[in-house]
T-cell receptor, first 114, second 115 residues
Framework: DAMVIQNPRYQVTQFGKPVTLSCSQT?????MYWYQQKSSQAPKLLFH???????NEADTPDNFQSRRPNTSFCFLDIRSPGLGDAAMYLC?????????????FGPGTRLTVL | AQTVTQSQPEMSVQEAETVTLSCTYD???????LFWYKQPPSRQMILVIR??????QNATENRFSVNFQKAAKSFSLKISDSQLGDAAMYFC????????????FGSGTKLNVKP
C-alpha cells in the first residue's frame, strides 16, 4: 500500500545533541511537509518542500533544518535540541497540481529531549 | 492569515448516538477547501471528510457528514451512530483553492465515546 513512513517512531536525545528524523513516501507526491505537534495542540507547520524548492515558515527557529535528497525522502534535522523541542513531529505529503488534493500523514516521531 | 477555530476542546458521546463537532474559520477568499481529520491516540492522522467551498451540497462519508454554512464561515462535523473507534482528536483544516501547500489547522476537539 502507498504510504508515508516515519522513522524512528520514538526518538530520545540529549539536550543539545543533534538529531535527525526521517520520512519516506511511496505516493510519489511532489510536496512534503514537516509539522511539530505538542500535546493537545494543532500541528504547526515548520516548512515544506515543493519538489526541490524549500519553503520555510517565518516563525520556524533556525535550529530546525530540512533536506530532501530525492522525491521519496525528506529529513528533519534539529541541530541543538532544547527541552521545548520535545514534541510529536509529523511528516505529510500532497500532490500539488490537483486542486482537490489533501494531505496524507505519517504516524509521527515522538521526540523526547533529556 | 486564515484562522480556524474549534471552540470545543473536549466532547463526549454515548455509543450509537450522534455528536456534532464545531468549526469556524476566517477568510476573505471565496474559493477554498475544508477538511476534517481524525487522529486516534498514538496513531496517524487520517482524512475523514472534505468539502469544496463552491459546492452547496454538504459532503457525506458513511456515518460522517458536514454542515457547511459558507456565509457564516461554519463547518461542523456530525458523527452518527458513534462507535468506540471514533474516539480520537478531530482537527478541522482549511486550504485555499490555489495555495495548494498551505493548510491551516484548528486546535482540535477530543472526542470520547462512552460504551
Amino acid at each position: 500500500d502507498a504510504m508515508v513512513i516515519q522513522n524512528p517512531r520514538y526518538q530520545v536525545t540529549q539536550f543539545g545533541k543533534p538529531v535527525t528524523l526521517s520520512c519516506s513516501q511511496t505516493l510519489n507526491h511532489n510536496v512534503m511537509y514537516w509539522y511539530q505537534q505538542k500535546s493537545s495542540q494543532a500541528p504547526k507547520l515548520l516548512f515544506h518542500y515543493y519538489d526541490k524548492d524549500f519553503n520555510n515558515e517565518a516563525d520556524t527557529p533556525d535550529n530546525f533544518q530540512s533536506r530532501r535528497p530525492n522525491t521519496s525522502f525528506c529529513f528533519l534535522d534539529i541541530r541543538s535540541p532544547g527541552l521545548g523541542d520535545a514534541a510529536m513531529y509529523l511528516c505529510a505529503t500532497s500532490f500539488s497540481g490537483s486542486s482537490s488534493d489533501t494531505q496524507y500523514f505519517g504516524p509521527g516521531t515522538r521526540l523526547t529531549v533529556l | 492569515a486564515q484562522t480556524v477555530t474549534q471552540s470545543q476542546p473536549e466532547m463526549s458521546v454515548q455509543e450509537a448516538e450522534t455528536v456534532t463537532l464545531s468549526c469556524t474559520y476566517d477568510t476573505s477568499e471565496s474559493d477554498y477547501y475544508l477538511f476534517w481529520y481524525k487522529q486516534p491516540p498514538s496513531r496517524q492522522m487520517i482524512l475523514v471528510i472534505r468539502q469544496e467551498a463552491y459546492k452547496q451540497q454538504n459532503a457525506t462519508e458513511n456515518r460522517f457528514s458536514v454542515n457547511f454554512q459558507k456565509a457564516a464561515k461554519s463547518f461542523s462535523l456530525k458523527i452518527s451512530d458513534s462507535q468506540l473507534g471514533d474516539a480520537a482528536m478531530y482537527f478541522c483544516a482549511y486550504r485555499h483553492l490555489y495555495n495548494f501547500n498551505k493548510f491551516y489547522f484548528g486546535s482540535g476537539t477530543k472526542l470520547n465515546v462512552k460504551p
